[in-house]
């Protein structure tokens, strides 16, 4: 709606040419702006879910999952290996 207005008055003979030209380059600015977000959005999802296919691979992956035993019944798993730093 506002930018309706802004349209709209950028018409008048109260705007100037400078005023219509700084409204159309601040409406590409804006554009770009909310592109590069969606783009940035999408970059930080992807590494976000990287990062937590490597904790769940470092943490043993499937913690309490249900496994067969040598038995043939399951058991459950506490998960993989314990790492020592230091």
Known sequence: A????????????AA???TGKSWTELLTL???????NRTNG???????????GA???LQGGAQGASLYG???QT????????????
């Open 42 to 52: 999408l970059l930080i999802a992807r590494h976000m879910a990287r990062n937590q």
């Open 16 to 18: 100037t040419a400078a």
């Open 30 to 36: 804006a554009q770009a702006g909310k592109d590069l």
């Open 55 to 57: 904790l769940n691979a």
């Open 70 to 72: 040598r038995d043939g």
């Open 2 to 13: 506002a930018e309706e207005g802004m349209r709209a008055w950028v018409k008048t003979p």
């Open 75 to 86: 058991t459950n798993h506490a998960g993989g290996r314990r790492l020592v730093i230091g």
